[in-house]
């Protein structure tokens, strides 16, 4: 079983990803968020192996901080930014606080797929 916990605050956005990801991975399992306070005790509860996340939540800490916090306590968790936010500063931001891979929102489902897979079958 793998467990991924989405963080977006667009519900409709969010729902379409989890849908796509349960139709296209056997055996995973997901939970969303919609903020901060939500994600990190999800993360603490459910202990996903992946968080996919956006950069732009509208409470809290944005997802930028919210990768340092989730890789302090759990630093075996991937996590992903997809953003719409796709340039170098949000890109190196992102990677200095650990996220593992960074997506623009505009990229195709597969390449999201892609990732997962390659997660999920190591």
């Known amino acids: 079983m793998f467990k ?11 729902s ?10 056997d055996g995973l399992k997901a939970r969303e968020s919609s903020c901060d306070k939500d994600a990190l005790s999800a ?5 996903p192996d992946m968080v996919i ?14 990768i340092k916090i989730i890789k302090v306590k759990h ?5 992903v ?4 936010h796709d ?4 890109r190196t931001v992102a990677q200095q606080n650990g996220a593992d891979f960074f997506f623009s929102k505009s990229c195709s489902l597969e390449n999201i797929f892609d990732c997962v897979d ?5």
């Open 81 to 84: 930014i997809l953003s719409h």
């Open 75 to 79: 630093p075996d968790t991937v996590v």
């Open 118 to 122: 390659s997660v999920f079958v190591s």
């Open 43 to 47: 993360v603490n509860t459910f202990g």
């Open 4 to 14: 991924t916990l989405l963080v977006e605050d667009n519900l409709v956005y969010r």
């Open 16 to 25: 379409i990803l989890k849908s796509a990801l349960l139709r296209r991975f």
């Open 53 to 66: 996340m956006d950069i732009d939540l509208k409470c809290g800490v944005s997802g930028l901080d919210l």
């Open 87 to 90: 340039n170098l500063e949000y």
